[in-house]
Each structure stands twice: as structure tokens, then as C-alpha cells.
């Protein structure tokens, strides 16, 4: 089979007035990149608002080396739903540059279930990364400019938490000293970088509703404080404007195509397992304003993407998701039950069913949210009959649809069954969303709520300033927002090597952080990191 690249290279792509069209677009209504790309304008998008799209969100397992593929399930979902005649519309993230040149290598989807052109989406794409780090690094430009002169907000330079942005893997930069070029060089101060993706900017990015929602969380970002303790934001520094300016073109949502020639709109790309990992709302809401059916992607496991897709995008953006598909592979599940990576073509039907319990963790946590739910078996060559059969065996003990499919191999007709087992779902009414939690809980308790009902957590453990950090959040008026937990994606506990289904766990919270632009507090668990390092062999190499 031809790698990705020569796929996405071969591919006879249509020109993108042509994939605008399909949603009601004329050429007027489109700004276009090249032939193949063009952005939207939010006023073409407000003309068209009152159409109900029908929301589908693809999610997985807790991710693992061998790859469950959930992009190309969507991708395949999507382009199924085109050969369907069904007018589905695609919702993905835009890649980080970061991954693409570390250990990832892209993030279009795979084999023949590709968006393209691919290359364009994975390098540089619309600029909108370019953007985003622009308006975080004047942000903090502007801040430490005032720390120097004239520091009439009386900033305290030891309570500074606005760091840097760069949209690279780079390990060298998590801990930085700035301010080191003598009188006239600045305040010297211990300071840092956080990869683009991470950035509150991001986060803010992807759940504004128009340009000024933008501002105006733009405005509400916190980037330091003062002695007191009195926050400072980004509005008192007069920044709010600039960084809005900067914003203002990326914050059309990207309109591109499947192979398959379904649209698909590749906007904004937050992490999962240290921001909410969904891209933006404006797309989301785009999608449903142009087409019946929208499939969207939300990143890792279901434990990080799925819930703060429920439990911020929704909640936020009044989304009324209708259908989940839940992404599982026989590799990743018996890498799950115990089976190194380089024994995984054998056929070992115990170690799958061992590894299950993950996927049956992930289901049982999706139905909790009032969404009908069914499973994707992502098959890969290498997995016999009898592991499949094995699954599906199993699937239907816990009373949950499984249908097999092939994205990989093929454009849409892999996946033609799993479209019409997700458009029984969609016509069945089943779907009653309802959040995890009210928006009126104390912090604590939310995370608490995550923690036990998602991850299976026995309980929270708050240390070091965690405490005191959620004190003072409540009492500057972010006690009623949703909570965004930043942990490893590998399992469901705060330990990555703890896989399976884990029990008798305690979650260790060490940290809580305000993104009051993006309206969560993020919770940090473990070691997680807002910067991540290369492979000693990195991917651009």
C-alpha cells in the first residue's frame, strides 16, 4: 500500500469553490489560500445560523503506541456519510508543529481517510498557529515592558504566570531567566515557554463565538499579581486590542476536503491532556449551520477529550451532541492487557480480553453523559478472526453496538456500515445530553466529580499550594466554571503506567491555574508538562 504522503500527493483534489458549494457557499462567500484551501468569514457564517446539524463526536480509548486512529475513523465516518448522501461536514483540529516534527509526524488522518492538501494542513497551514503565538508572546512583551517602566499596576515580579510561546518541542526552554541585558535590559526574572498548543490563547481561541467574545476574553486573561494578591489582566495592560488585531483574520474557521471531497473545516488545535483538546466552537457551530451531519474529533482517550467536550465545549458553546463513537483497535487493546509492542501481530485472544476492560471504562463513561454510544473496531491486518470476534462478543455482553470498519484502506467504503449504525443512533432520539457536573459545585468538589465518576479514582489528594490556589480562584469569581484537568493521557490515573482499567488509585493534585479568558481553571495532575521535548530521533530528521 502507498505511504500517506504518496496518497495525499496522488490525490485528484477538487478546487475548494467546488467543496464550498456543497455547503451553500458561493465563490463570493469563501477568502481562498491557493486553490485548495480558504477561510470563511464569520459575517458569510452569521447569515446562515438556524440550521441543526446533527453533532457526532469521535473519541477513543486511552491511547497507546500501537495507534487507534480516531482522525482516520473520522475522516472515514465523514467521507461514508458523503457516498450516504447524508451532507455531513468534518470538524477536526489543526496540527502543532511541535508533534509533527517530534514524535507524531502529522495530524491529517491516514492511508486513504486523509483531509488535504495534507501537507499544507500539517506546515503552516492559514497561519493561524502563527497567529495565536504571535498574540501570546506580545502579550508578555507588553507585561514585562510594564514591569520596566512604569509598573504603575505594581505587578510583583515573583507572581508573574504568564510565560512565553513557541509552537516547537522544545525542552530547553520550559525554565528560562529573562531580563539579563544589564540596566536597560528589564527586570531579571525566572520565566519560561509553553508549547503553542498549551497557550490560553488557544483555549480562548477555540471557544470564542465571534470577534468580540474574543476580546473580551482576550481581556479577562490574568498574567499576574500584584503584592495584595489582586489579579492583573491582560486589559490593564492595554494589550487586549493588538492581540485581538492579530487574531482577527485566523478567527475564520479553514475550509478544506476529505479525499473523499467532503468539506471539512481544520481550526484551532488545543491538547487534550493539558488544555480541552476540541477545535473550535465557531467550526463546530459552522458545520452545523451548513450541513446535517457534523463529525468532529476530540483528542486522547475519552477520559480527557470526550469530557471537557461535554463538560466545557458544550456547556460553553450550548452544543447538543447526539451520537459518540468510541475508537478501539485490537493492538491497542492488548497492549492494554499486557502484550509488549513488538508482539503484537500474534494472535493472543486473552491479552484482549484483558485489555478490554479499558474500552468497556471509556463506554460506560460516555453513556453517563445521556449521549447514545457505539464502538468502532478499527481493524488493522494483522487482527485474526477470532480477536475480533472476541470483541464484538464482548461489546454485546455490555449491551453496546460494535461495528467493524477500515478507513485505512480505503476512501468512505470501509466505513459504510459504522455510518449507517450512527445514522440509527441519530434517528433513534435517544440522545439527552446532560454535563457531569452543575456549573454551581465549589471546584473541589468538581474535581472530585471527574476524578471518581470518569477516572475511577478512590479519591482527590489536594497538595502543595493546590489548597490555597482554589481559595483564592473562588474568591476572585471562578468558582462556577467548568474544570479542565490536565493529566497523562496513558491512563486513566495520574500514573501512564498504569494501564488497563486501574482501581485503587488516588489522584494527586498539585496545582490549579486560572484561564479566565478561556472561562476553566485547569487542574494539574503528575508530571504533566505545557512543553514537551523531541525523540532522541525526532520526526524532522
Not at 488557544?202 to 498574567?223: K, P, W, Y
Amino acid at each position: 500500500m502507498p505511504t500517506d504522503i504518496e496518497i495525499a500527493q496522488s490525490a485528484d483534489l477538487k478546487p475548494i469553490t467546488e467543496i464550498a458549494a456543497k455547503v451553500g457557499l458561493e465563490a463570493k462567500d469563501i477568502e481562498p489560500y491557493g486553490h485548495y484551501k480558504a477561510k470563511v468569514p464569520l459575517d458569510v457564517l452569521k447569515g446562515r445560523e438556524g440550521h441543526d446539524g446533527k453533532v457526532v463526536l469521535v473519541t477513543g480509548i486511552s491511547p497507546t503506541a500501537a495507534g487507534e486512529g480516531k482522525s482516520t475513523v473520522a475522516v472515514g465516518l465523514a467521507d461514508a456519510f458523503t457516498i450516504r448522501e447524508k451532507n455531513p461536514v468534518l470538524c477536526l483540529r489543526e496540527p502543532s508543529l511541535g508533534p509533527v516534527f517530534g514524535i507524531k509526524g502529522g495530524a491529517a488522518g491516514g492511508g486513504y481517510s486523509q483531509v488535504v492538501p495534507m501537507a499544507d494542513i500539517n506546515l503552516h497551514f492559514t497561519g493561524d498557529f502563527h497567529a495565536i503565538t504571535s498574540a501570546h508572546c506580545l502579550l508578555a512583551a507588553m507585561m514585562d515592558n510594564h514591569l520596566f517602566r512604569p509598573n504603575s499596576l505594581q505587578i510583583d515580579h515573583r507572581r508573574i504566570t504568564w510565560p512565553r510561546a513557541v509552537d516547537m518541542n522544545d525542552r530547553a526552554l520550559r525554565s528560562t531567566i529573562v531580563g539579563l541585558g544589564g540596566r536597560v535590559g528589564g527586570i531579571p526574572r525566572e520565566d519560561g515557554f509553553v508549547i503553542t498548543a498549551a497557550s490560553e490563547i488557544m483555549a480562548i481561541f477555540c471557544l470564542a463565538d465571534s470577534l468580540q467574545d474574543l476580546t473580551e476574553r482576550l481581556g479577562n486573561i490574568i498574567v499576574a499579581s500584584t503584592r495584595q494578591e489582586d489579579p492583573i489582566r491582560a486589559r490593564d495592560l492595554d494589550a487586549t486590542g493588538a492581540m485581538t488585531l492579530l487574531l482577527r483574520d485566523a478567527l475564520n474557521p479553514n475550509l478544506v476536503q476529505t479525499l473523499g471531497g467532503t468539506p471539512a473545516f481544520i481550526h484551532g488545535g488545543p491538547f487534550a491532556n493539558i488544555a480541552h483538546g476540541c477545535n473550535s466552537l465557531i467550526a463546530t457551530r459552522a458545520g452545523i449551520a451548513l450541513g446535517d451531519i457534523v463529525v468532529t474529533e476530540a483528542g486522547f482517550g475519552a477520559d480527557l477529550g470526550a469530557e471537557k467536550f461535554f463538560d466545557i465545549k458544550c456547556r460553553i458553546g450550548n452544543l447538543d451532541p447526539q451520537a459518540v463513537v468510541v475508537v478501539a483497535t485490537i493492538r491497542a487493546l492488548k497492549m492494554h492487557g499486557g502484550v509488549a509492542k513488538d508482539a503484537l501481530a500474534s494472535e493472543n485472544v486473552a491479552a484482549l480480553k484483558a485489555g478490554s476492560v479499558n474500552l468497556k471504562a471509556h463506554v460506560e463513561n460516555v453513556r453517563k453523559f445521556g449521549v447514545p454510544t457505539i464502538v468502532a473496531v478499527n481493524r488493522f491486518a494483522s487482527d485474526s478472526d477470532a480477536e475480533v470476534a472476541a470483541l464484538l462478543e464482548a461489546c454485546a455482553e455490555w449491551g453496546v453496538a460494535a461495528v467493524e470498519a477500515d478507513p485505512h484502506s480505503t476512501t468512505g467504503t470501509g466505513c459504510l456500515d459504522l455510518a449507517d449504525a450512527v445514522s440509527d443512533l441519530l434517528d433513534s432520539g435517544e440522545a439527552d445530553f446532560r454535563p457531569l457536573y452543575e456549573s454551581d459545585l465549589g471546584l473541589r468538589e468538581k474535581i472530585q466529580t471527574i476524578a471518581t465518576e470518569i477516572y475511577g479514582a478512590d479519591c482527590v489528594d489536594f497538595v502543595g499550594q493546590a489548597d490555597s490556589a482554589i481559595d483564592r480562584l473562588e474568591s476572585i469569581g471562578l468558582r462556577d466554571v467548568p474544570v479542565c484537568i490536565a493529566k497523562t493521557q496513558y491512563s486513566f490515573s495520574d500514573n501512564p503506567s498504569l494501564l488497563g482499567r486501574p482501581s485503587g488509585f488516588r489522584i494527586s493534585v498539585r496545582d490549579v491555574t486560572p484561564s479566565a479568558g478561556a472561562g476553566f481553571v485547569v487542574a494539574k495532575t503528575g508530571e504533566i508538562m505545557t512543553m514537551p521535548g523531541l525523540a532522541a530521533r525526532p520526526a524532522a530528521a
